[in-house]
């Protein structure tokens, strides 16, 4: 069977950059949106137009360069940020205007001090606006996450019937289980009239740890757009990571979906964001921490010599770094020692290698880690490379 497309939604540049101290300025807003193209996104989230004169520019310059994504910006429901949006996208070539509201209990009383009935009817008249200018408009209904089912699908069901494309459905808070999260999309799926007329996307903060796993599970329910961000940047604990829910994606193909990512650029658009951004990447982040491919521990490194796959389940050329790495730490045992002492050029006896590897011991319960040099100075008296 056919695989079916998943959409990949970046909000690195509107989501991600709304994290303290990741500011942007045009210029590299626009090197970012460049390599996400490069990347294979479908949909880049350039700004929120309304927020800054600068962030307005910078929607305006990325939908004036970008050839293949759809560009997309950020409004409320409300007619002046449609306009400002509108006016940000309108010279992209393929423009989408991404608006929307509160749905939950919490925010129709707490934020928006208003009525489950209001919130539809403004939903419903932002979204014809938005038509009025793009054909493409995206509805999200904040907070969906904690939103009660039943009116979740009554505005789902009003809004495409006012021209939505796609609706999206945000945890906002990071509050659903993946089950959970799951059924709300298999319920919409099954309670909404004329869901087929519209994709499903999902968009989950990652307030407790479970971004990646609630917007797999919302695809494995019907959902087919992921709203994500590079090394999972955004508010609070993050967005879900796009690395992090691609490599799933490949990773099984039971699921049965791809996406148009190009993998081996997922290390490198990594790197620019994280240095771009100032937001180092935590080294055991998967896919693209420091730590992804290295193997430290006697066991692992043992059987990584002797077989990646024993515990690797990527390659990790498959996403752009370039080898895996045997760390030598004072838990490596003695295939590591040699395999690492083989790179540098010594072929060592097993007399050879037990006779160092004291030597390394000692070493390596002084030193956090033993790098190349210390090996050269350790080697060379017992051997000549
Ligand atoms: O988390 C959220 O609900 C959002 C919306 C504005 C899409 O970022
Ligand atoms: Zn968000």
Redesign the pocket.
Same mark, same amino acid.
């Given at each position: 069977m056919a695989k079916e497309q998943v959409y990949i939604f970046d909000t690195t540049l509107r989501?991600g950059e709304q994290v303290p101290g990741c500011k942007l300025n045009t210029e590299e807003k626009i090197e970012i949106a460049l390599q996400l193209e490069h990347l294979g996104v479908d949909i880049i989230e350039a700004g929120f137009p309304i927020s800054s004169p600068g962030d307005f520019e910078a929607v305006d310059k990325i939908s004036r360069t970008l050839k293949t994504p759809i560009v997309c910006a950020?409004s409320r429901a409300v007619k002046e940020d449609i306009n400002i949006a509108a006016e940000a996208v309108k010279r992209a070539i393929r423009p989408r205007i =991404?608006t929307?509201i509160g749905t939950s209990d919490i925010h129709i009383r707490y934020k928006l001090n208003s009525t489950p009935e209001e919130v539809l009817k403004r939903g419903v008249a932002a979204v014809k606006y938005a038509k009025k200018f793009v054909e493409d408009v995206e509805f999200?209904a904040?907070?969906a996450g904690r939103t009660n089912n039943v009116f979740l699908a009554e505005i789902i069901e009003a809004v495409i019937a006012a021209g939505a494309t796609v609706v999206?459905i945000?945890d906002?808070t990071g509050y659903c289980l993946p089950e959970d999260y799951g059924k709300k999309i298999r319920f919409l799926k099954e309670n909404v009239k004329h869901i087929d007329k519209a994709i499903i996307s999902t968009?989950c =903060?990652n307030d407790l740890g479970l971004a990646t796993a609630n917007s797999v599970s919302g695809i494995q329910h019907g959902a087919r757009q992921v709203e994500c961000t590079i090394n999972g940047i955004g508010?609070r604990a993050g967005n879900t990571s796009l690395e992090e829910v691609v490599m799933v994606l490949k990773q099984h193909s039971n699921i049965n979906v791809s996406s148009n990512i190009n993998t081996q650029m997922l290390f490198p658009t990594s790197q620019l964001v994280s240095e771009m951004m100032g937001m180092p990447v935590q080294p055991n982040k998967a896919i693209v921490g420091s730590n992804a491919f290295s193997h430290s521990s006697g066991i692992h490194q043992d059987g990584v010599i002797k077989n990646r796959e024993n515990y690797e389940i990527i390659d990790p050329k498959e996403v752009g770094v370039t080898e895996s790495s045997i760390v030598l730490t004072a838990r490596s045992g003695r295939a590591a020692l040699n395999y690492r002492a083989k790179k540098l050029g010594y072929n060592l006896s097993k007399e050879e290698l037990n006779n160092s590897y004291q030597n390394f011991l000692i070493l390596a319960d002084k030193k956090k880690e033993v790098e190349d040099n210390d090996l050269h100075a350790l080697l060379s008296t017992i051997v000549t490379a």
């Open positions: 989501d950020l =991404h929307g999200y904040e907070d999206n945000p906002t968009h =903060h508010e």
